[in-house]
């Protein structure tokens, strides 16, 4: 049997997750696409940015919402049910996106899909991490890190402490794409000097791409 694909959208709360998720939806012809959303109330992943996308195959019903903490903290308790879920639905899907909290680690979510319950229907064929590139020309890994950090003092489920900067550094170790967004905002000499910076973190070979 065919493997389902699932990519995987990381980054921090601001970094325009929203806008990449919505130019997928817009562009995904006739698949159907099973949205997983860890960030629902932030994002604003509703039925009116279903209806905009104007795709049929987009419907209320195939996004699941994860609202007891972050992913990486609840991959046994909320993950793995989630994929089931799509999994048992009559009408299969044709690709799975997950939206992970600014928090999340993407680390143990890539390994969750090796467990037995989800590496024989699902493949992951990406981590796309989505940065502020106007907050890290300014010296800032978010937009608002203040609304990151009131973000990690609300979730009780988090069990790691990782800082901004470790964060940051682990959504990049774990991308196959850096997508360096609202880089209109930044110089252009600034913005080359960032890509080279974020190029150094990154694996070797991953691409960083500067958006708007």
Request: charged share 25%; proline share 4%.
């Given at each position: 049997m ?10 921090f709360?601001?970094?325009g ?6 130019h ?11 949205l ?12 009116d ?18 609202t ?27 690709h ?16 969750a ?7 024989a ?18 010296g ?10 009131d ?5 009780e489920s ?31 000499d ?9 190029m150094q ?12």
């Amino acid at each position: 049997m065919e493997k389902i694909p699932a990519t995987v959208i990381t980054g921090f709360l601001g970094s325009g997750k929203t806008t990449l998720i919505r130019h997928l939806l817009e562009n995904i012809g006739d698949k159907k696409i099973a949205l997983i959303i860890n960030e629902f109330g932030d994002l604003g992943i509703d039925g009116d940015l279903l209806a905009a996308c104007g795709n049929p195959n987009c419907k209320d019903d195939d996004i699941i919402e994860l609202t007891n903490g972050c992913i990486c903290c609840t991959v046994a308790d909320d993950f793995i049910p989630a994929i089931e879920k799509i999994l048992a639905r009559d009408e299969p899907v044709d690709h799975i996106i997950i939206e992970t909290s600014g928090l999340a680690l993407p680390q143990p979510l890539v390994q969750a899909f090796n467990w037995p319950e989800i590496k024989a229907k699902v493949t992951i064929n990406g981590v796309i991490t989505v940065a502020d590139a106007e907050a890290l020309a300014n010296g800032r890994f978010a937009h608002d890190e203040q609304k990151v950090e009131d973000q990690r003092l609300e979730d009780e489920s988090l069990d790691h402490i990782s800082s901004l900067h470790e964060l940051f550094e682990d959504q990049l170790i774990c991308a196959d794409m850096i997508l360096l967004n609202k880089a209109e905002l930044v110089n252009a000499d600034r913005l080359l000097d960032l890509t080279t910076e974020i190029m150094q973190e990154a694996r070797d070979g991953v691409p960083v791409v500067a958006i708007s």
